[in-house]
C-alpha cells in the first residue's frame, strides 16, 4: 500500500524579503493545521520570538507578521513527496519534487543569504535546486533543526547558532555563511 503524497504550502514572504528560511516538509501536525511549525515541541517560533523580540504566544498571523516585518521569508525546498509520520529521514527520495526556486527568486531578488532549518532541507536543495540557480551571489548557512526529533541539542545551543540569522539593520557578514557550488 503506497502512502498519499503531501504538499508543503506557499512562502511566507513579501517583495521586501532579504533573507529565505528554508525546512524539509511541513510535518504532520503543521500539514493539520494549515501553519508552518504547529507542533508543539517544535522550537522554531520560540526561537525566531526571542531574536525578533514578540511574544511567542502571539497568534499565528501576528507571528507571520513579524517575519515578513524582519524582511524574512519562509519556506520548504520540497513542494510535495511521499512520508510516513513526521521524520525527515521518511521522507522517500524518490518521490521528492522541490518548489519552484526561479520563480520565488525572479520575485525576491534581493534576497542574499539562505538559512537552512536542517540537514535535510540543506540536502533536498542541494540535490534538487542549486543546480538550477546557480549565478546568484547568495550565501547559505545550515542550522540546526529546530525539530523535536533533534533533541541531542538543547533549546540554548539551538537558539545561539539561529543567532547567525540577522536582525533587521543588521548587515550580513561575508562569513556568516558558505557559498554553494554545485555539484556536477
Request: some cysteine; overall charge positive; glycine content about 4%.
Amino acid at each position: 500500500m503506497s502512502m498519499e503524497r503531501i504538499y508543503s504550502f506557499a512562502p511566507i514572504s513579501d517583495r521586501n524579503a532579504e533573507i529565505l528560511i528554508l525546512g524539509s516538509m511541513p510535518g504532520c501536525a503543521s500539514l493539520a493545521a494549515g501553519q508552518y511549525y504547529a507542533h508543539a515541541q517544535n522550537a522554531f517560533w520560540r526561537i525566531i520570538s526571542e531574536l525578533l523580540q514578540f511574544d511567542p504566544d502571539s497568534s499565528y498571523e501576528m507571528r507571520v507578521q513579524a517575519l515578513k516585518s524582519a524582511r524574512i521569508a519562509l519556506w520548504d525546498v520540497l513542494r510535495s513527496c511521499r512520508r510516513e509520520g513526521s521524520l525527515d529521514s521518511m521522507i522517500e527520495a524518490d518521490t521528492q519534487t522541490a518548489n519552484d526556486f526561479h520563480a520565488f527568486f525572479r520575485t525576491h531578488p534581493q534576497v542574499t543569504h539562505v538559512f537552512f532549518n536542517g540537514a535535510k532541507a540543506e540536502a533536498c536543495f542541494r540535490r534538487h535546486v542549486l543546480r538550477e540557480i546557480d549565478g546568484r551571489s547568495t550565501r547559505y548557512t545550515r542550522l540546526p533543526s529546530t525539530s523535536p526529533a533533534n533533541a541531542s541539542m538543547s533549546f540554548a545551543r539551538k537558539l545561539d547558532a539561529w543567532r547567525a540569522i540577522p536582525l533587521p539593520n543588521e548587515s550580513i557578514s561575508a562569513s556568516a555563511g558558505l557559498m554553494l557550488q554545485p555539484q556536477l
